[in-house]
Nanobody, 121 residues
Framework: QVQVVESGGGLVQPGGSLTLSCAASGSIYNVRDMGWYRQAPGNQREFVAR???????RYADSVKGRCTISRNNAENTAYLQMDDLKPEDTAVYYC???????????????WGQGTQVTVSS
């Protein structure tokens, strides 16, 4: 059994900052890529950022320069530091983790339930 749980969302004023956390737990042998996605009302879920186990990162153009993704491999956690938040960043933010449950496993993608981020004055 594997669980992915996000936390850290909330209400913030434009220009403010938030840090989201993603924790993977359960029967885990190894965690490969971890990524953040978001979905605003009426929109499709979109990519925000991802980080490999080795620390390589990639960002969506819409958040480049304002967001920083990081991870702690020992704790199977990932973080998304978001600065200079804008109203258009309002969305439910989801974490996705590629998790292997054994040495022979090729891995599966696990999603969390999401955490709401609202940017409003």
């Amino acid at each position: 059994q594997v669980q992915v749980v996000e936390s850290g969302g909330g209400l913030v004023q434009p220009g403010g900052s938030l840090t989201l956390s993603c924790a993977a737990s359960g029967s885990i042998y190894n965690v490969r890529d971890m990524g953040w996605y978001r979905q605003a009302p009426g929109n499709q879920r979109e990519f925000v950022a991802r980080i490999t186990a080795g620390g390589s990162t990639r960002y969506a153009d819409s958040v480049k320069g304002r967001c920083t993704i990081s991870r702690n491999n020992a704790e199977n956690t990932a973080y998304l530091q978001m600065d200079d938040l804008k109203p258009e960043d309002t969305a439910v933010y989801y974490c996705k983790a590629r998790i292997l449950q054994s040495f022979f496993d090729t891995g599966d993608d696990y999603w969390g339930q999401g955490t709401q981020v609202t940017v409003s004055s």
